[in-house]
């Protein structure tokens, strides 16, 4: 079977039938040879665009993120107080998460998998995080919202004191708790947090 279609569609065809599959089937179910099946031409051809099934996987855990990182992009750029801008991030990035969580399951099986395994799409989509946190805490420190002081120690905190609610394994072995449950607590926690990192020496 020979595919003529241009290169970027050719990838977009494979990338689009591997999602099928995880969602059809799981993921330790897929193959390489079913892509390729779904996707109408040889196993040969996926691996000349993927070169092994962890690329592949990797593709779709880029390609599932872009949405919730745009939506952060959006929130870092807002013209909004920084206490009110980290606050809805922060809340976004678990909505995001649960979204999915709820409406993918075997999607964020693959999310949690990289995470887990520190591919690399879930390490840029950390440092996506970080860099859009920090800024905000930089400008809420020049701004007087946030207490002076180092910013990476702030940064290190926020991220600490909130991993439970955004930590993706943690959501995904925490599925049966209520989102409501999940977002009460988080808003307690997250009042903390504010409340600390605005304290003035």
């Not at 943690?170 to 409501?180: F, G, M």
Request: charged fraction near 30%; glycine fraction near 4%; proline fraction near 4%.
């Amino acid at each position: 079977m020979i595919d003529t279609q241009p290169t970027e569609a050719t990838a977009q065809r494979i990338l689009a039938a591997a999602i099928e599959e995880v969602r059809s089937y799981g993921l330790s179910r897929v193959t390489v040879v079913a892509v390729a099946r779904r996707a109408a031409m040889t196993h040969a051809n996926v691996y000349r665009h993927y070169e092994t099934k962890e690329a592949l996987f990797d593709a779709i855990t880029s390609q599932w993120i872009k949405s919730i990182e745009a939506r952060l992009g959006e929130i870092a750029d807002a013209p909004d107080p920084a206490r009110d801008k980290l606050e809805r991030m922060i809340f976004a990035l678990l909505r995001a998460y649960r979204d999915r969580l709820d409406d993918e399951p075997r999607l964020f099986e693959l999310f949690v998998e990289a995470f887990e395994g520190s591919r690399p799409p879930a390490r840029q989509h950390r440092a996506k995080i970080r860099m859009l946190i920090d800024r905000i805490l930089e400008e809420g420190q020049s701004g007087g919202a946030f207490a002076p002081g180092s910013r990476e120690k702030a940064l290190t905190f926020v991220l600490d004191a909130l991993y439970r609610f955004l930590n993706p394994s943690t959501l995904y072995h925490d599925a049966e708790t209520p989102r409501r449950s999940l977002e009460l607590r988080l808003g307690s926690v997250t009042t903390a947090v504010l409340d600390h990192i605005g304290r003035r020496s």
